[in-house]
């Protein structure tokens, strides 16, 4: 994501739920060639929604998902203890 790549990730709940739902990429079953083959015809005929993909994926990690964010409560449980 951070490397400006939109994702496919398998359709589990949970990663469909944390990366395609919010669009962040595209989620297809493993075991299925054609859901496989439909997701990356999708990021092949859609070049501005897979960038904007891209865009949103950047962001997301800008705003919440890097060290400085995830880590401030820690960093303040750590300086309350001082």
Known sequence: ???GLALLVSDLPDW???FAEPGFGLA???ADADTISA???WFIDHPEGRRAMTRAAQ???EIDW???TLF???LATL???L
């Open 39 to 41: 997701a990356l015809g």
């Open 1 to 3: 994501m951070a490397a």
């Open 72 to 74: 401030l409560p820690v």
């Open 16 to 18: 469909t739920r944390m």
């Open 79 to 81: 300086l309350d203890d």
């Open 59 to 61: 962001h997301k990690i």
């Open 28 to 30: 297809c079953n493993p």
């Open 66 to 68: 890097n060290y400085d």
